[in-house]
């Protein structure tokens, strides 16, 4: 039964109720992996510590979604609702999760570990990947146009196979973006 919570708290997993509407809620340290997120609406919500590794996202809603410190591992965000979609993530482990071909322009990556994420064909133009760690993070086809990429670790992508314009880098990073040249680049 699909029932409606507003400004809530919830820091007990039992009290979750599945294919729910939540607005403006806060969910402080749930361990979601046994539970159905599927079909949720999550509005101006709030996820602080929390565990959604491995969770089904199919057809959730996720509109102005903060995560803090949570432990997405293996998400496929791809499946969730691409309407609104709009979501920070904050200090995050995000390990081989993807994003494939969604629409990233409302979200930021802030010092978050993205190692394996998928970031094909994604549209991510201006979007803060400030401080994350991209090890094998995958990027092709995708536009990065203008997107914050300072202080990010493990940069590995083609320029020639993603749009880069006016997307802020730094000049530790370059050598990232030259490694199918195997350069051996001196400082």
């Known amino acids: 039964m699909r029932q409606d919570f507003y400004d809530i708290e919830l820091t007990d997993v039992k009290?979750?109720?599945?294919?729910?509407?939540?607005?403006?809620?806060?969910?402080?340290?749930?361990?979601?992996?046994?539970?159905?997120?599927?079909?949720?609406?999550?509005?101006?919500?709030?996820f602080e510590e929390c565990n959604l590794s491995n969770s089904s996202l199919v057809d959730t809603v996720l509109n102005g979604v903060s995560f803090y410190n949570c432990k997405l591992l293996g998400l496929h965000f791809e499946y969730a609702n691409a309407f609104g979609f709009s979501c920070q993530f904050d200090n995050c482990l995000?390990?081989?999760?993807?994003?494939?071909?969604?629409?990233l322009q409302n979200c930021k990556f802030l010092n978050c570990d993205l190692e394996g994420v998928e970031f094909t064909e994604v549209k991510a133009m201006g979007v803060s990947f400030e401080g994350s760690h991209l090890l094998s993070a995958h990027f092709e086809r995708s536009d990065l146009s203008r997107a914050d990429l300072t202080g990010v670790t493990e940069l590995t992508l083609d320029p020639e196979f993603n749009s880069m314009k006016g997307a802020k880098i730094q000049f530790a990073q370059l050598p990232g973006l030259l490694v199918k040249y195997e350069l051996n680049i001196q400082h």
Request: net charge neutral.
């Open 94 to 103: 995000l390990k081989h999760a993807s994003f494939y071909q969604m629409n």
């Open 15 to 46: 009290d979750f109720q599945e294919k729910s509407s939540y607005e403006a809620c806060r969910f402080i340290g749930l361990d979601f992996t046994a539970v159905k997120v599927s079909q949720s609406k999550f509005l101006d919500c709030t």
